[in-house]
């Protein structure tokens, strides 16, 4: 092994490799020849598969563990000193008992292996808020991953120079059991250690371990804000180019809005990120937002040149796909990828190898298969992207996955009206985590797994950004997944959702009205472009109805969720939900008062 430049680094890796004690360790560069290497060994030894390379050049498939296919919540540990400051929605497990529980599992565990150090750089190469990392791994899927994902290798090395200042990622793929998996978060130290997984944000340390829930500790500590948000640049017909961040929970449509490609004439859309934001109060007082990766770890089922053109063009090469289909030519193949072929072709492999037919009962690609790809790819990649400073933000987003009760857009009074909007959040759980799916759950700024702290006192961390902004964003709340009587959705989504985009940004700028419901304001019935819109028979009013006796239920099971916060919970949430059920009540009363007119 190379002795590394950096004393700090040289003597953790050194350290872990006395641990682990794996054949051989590589200090990773970056390069395209290492790359290519790692791939070549990969095909040889089956981790990789490579795909058509007349079809799709230069691009792999991977199928992992069948019990290793999504983040499994119930195994991820914040590991602070005090229970208190992980808070209710988190395990927690104390640093003691990791240190006889988990560190013991990686005794040995790289024996026979290769010991990957990749560091890597979150943010733009330039950025003052760009952060450094170095994950040490025994999987050269995450390494190949990670060069994709992020800015890996000598770029983060000349930036950490001589400095002490990196988050300490131990990955070991372990013997993949459940039964020995952990990711635990030492907050305080700024480490990580994950065994037993070699899946997405199970094994991919740099994305939700370090960008979300150890960077929510220092954001909260800074002064700024780590997000499980996409950036979106929009141009609209007057000219103006508005950023936006969104917030919606993994499974919930954040890389198609990133993308998007508008249905109306007139709009360019730029992409900045597709999952994590990282905000800051800039100069000019704005919320400045970068997107801490490189690229994108994307949801493949239901992508189709249809719902996202964007992303299927990005896919066409240099790509690594996990657990999707392939077919007899060695294409990749995923559910919705061609509406007009819903069962693909004969003699397809489904995600665990095995051949399948069309009369096959399962899916062929598993719910959650996910491509690997450079943003750059991306046809709308935006310039912002390399943005030292960031691109400043005008509105921010939440947004689930419901059902029933939230309508399609409604946008909040003032910020601390939002901040509860975003603090209350539900959505439907998804294929991206392991369990049921389908259930609704409390997940505010759709962070439930990835606060790294006492959600209470992010709340407050919350709160406290709005003042200190001289032009703090505008918040929406929006649910594009509201479904009419036989179940189907009501609204169409995707590129049609620059309609809905065009009324947040004219608000944002001052242009349009709005009407006044219990829950903020919505669309007049005018505001909103909905001309030439197939909704399949569904109205505005479907749309857009806020019904008072759900909500007063709703404002209920808020009030419930917040109190789980203890005396962790900020006032102003008390008051906010206060204000909700006021409202709540005059819309009764008036709906009420209404029928007695009528009669
Ligand atoms: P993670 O990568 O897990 O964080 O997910 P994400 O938030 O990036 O979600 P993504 O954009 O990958 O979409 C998830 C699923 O929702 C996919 O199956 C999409 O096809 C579907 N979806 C996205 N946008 C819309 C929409 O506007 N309408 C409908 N009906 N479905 C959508
Ligand atoms: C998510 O679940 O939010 C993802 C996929 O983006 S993973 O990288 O597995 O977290
Ligand atoms: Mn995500």
Redesign the pocket.
């Known amino acids: 092994m190379n002795r590394l430049q950096n004393e700090f680094l040289d003597s953790w890796v050194k350290s872990i490799a006395a641990v682990t004690t794996p054949d051989n360790v590589v200090i990773c560069d970056g390069s395209s020849e290492e790359i290519r290497a790692l791939e070549t060994k990969m095909v040889a030894d089956g981790t990789f598969i490579e795909l058509n390379g007349s079809k799709y050049p230069h691009s792999f498939l991977h199928r992992s563990h069948p019990s290793d296919v999504a983040r499994t919540e119930q195994l991820t540990f914040i590991c602070s000193e005090k229970k208190d400051d992980a808070g209710p929605t988190n395990n927690w497990m104390s640093p003691d008992e990791a240190t006889s529980r988990v560190w013991p599992l990686f005794s040995k565990c790289m024996a026979g292996r290769t010991m990957y150090v990749v560091p890597y750089l979150m943010g733009p190469a330039d950025s003052p808020n760009a952060r450094v990392g170095v994950e040490i791994t025994d999987s050269a899927y995450v390494v190949a991953n990670l060069r994709v994902m992020t800015r890996m290798g000598d770029v983060a090395l000349r930036r950490l120079g001589t400095s002490a200042n990196f988050v300490k990622g131990l990955h070991s793929l372990g013997d993949l059991s459940p039964e020995r998996r952990f990711i635990c978060h030492f907050p305080e130290t700024r480490t990580v250690w994950s065994i037993g997984s070699g899946y997405g944000g199970n094994a991919l340390l740099a994305k939700k371990c370090h960008a979300l829930r150890l960077a929510s500790v220092e954001a909260r500590d800074e002064g700024w804000l780590a997000e499980?948000m996409?950036i979106v640049g929009i141009t609209d017909p007057k000219g103006r180019t508005t950023y936006l961040a969104a917030a919606?929970?993994?499974?919930?449509?954040?890389?198609?809005?990133?993308m998007?490609i508008p249905s109306l004439p007139g709009y360019k859309v730029e992409t900045i990120g597709?999952?994590i934001c990282w905000m800051h109060v800039g100069s000019d007082g704005r919320l400045r937002a970068i997107n801490p990766e490189a690229g994108?770890?994307?949801?493949a089922?239901?992508?189709s040149m249809k719902?996202?053109p964007n992303a299927m063009r990005a896919v066409g090469h240099d790509a690594i796909f996990t657990n999707v289909a392939v077919t007899p030519e060695g294409t990749p193949w995923w559910e919705?990828m061609d509406p007009a072929n819903p069962r693909g072709v004969a003699g397809m492999t489904d995600w665990r190898g095995r051949v399948v037919g069309p009369d096959r009962t399962e899916p062929a690609a598993h719910p959650?298969a996910?491509y690997t790809v450079s943003l750059r790819q991306c046809p709308s990649v935006g310039a912002g992207m390399d943005e030292p400073a960031g691109v400043p933000i005008s509105g921010i987003i939440f947004g689930g996955?419901r059902a029933k009760k939230a309508p399609l857009v409604f946008e909040a009074t003032s910020f601390a009206h939002g901040v509860y909007v975003g603090a209350t959040m539900v959505s439907e759980t998804?294929a991206?985590a392991t369990g049921a799916t389908g259930i609704p759950r409390h997940d505010p700024m759709?962070m439930l797994p990835f606060c790294g702290y006492n959600v209470g006192d992010y709340f407050k961390h919350w709160l406290e950004m709005g003042p200190k902004l001289k032009h703090p964003p505008k918040i929406f709340h929006v649910n594009?997944?509201r479904q009419g009587k036989n179940g189907s959705?009501l609204?169409?989504?995707?590129g049609?959702?620059i309609r809905v985009m065009q009324w947040m940004i004219d608000r944002i700028h001052g242009d349009t009205d709005a009407r006044s419901t219990l829950l903020g304001y919505v669309p007049t019935k005018t505001g909103i472009n909905l001309n030439g819109l197939d909704m399949g028979g569904a109205a505005y009013d479907d749309l857009f109805d806020v019904d008072a006796e759900a909500w007063a239920e709703e404002a209920e099971s808020h009030l419930k969720f917040l109190r789980t916060f203890g005396s962790r919970l900020p006032e102003a949430l008390v008051q906010e939900q206060g204000a909700l059920v006021r409202r709540v009540a005059e819309a009764r009363a008036s709906a009420s008062s209404a029928k007695v007119a009528a009669k």
């Open positions: 499980h996409l919606f929970p993994s499974g919930c449509g954040k890389t198609n809005l990133a998007l597709d999952d994108m770890f994307g949801i089922v239901g992508t719902t996202n919705g959650n996910r996955r998804t991206a759709a594009w997944f959705f609204w169409p989504g995707f049609e959702n």
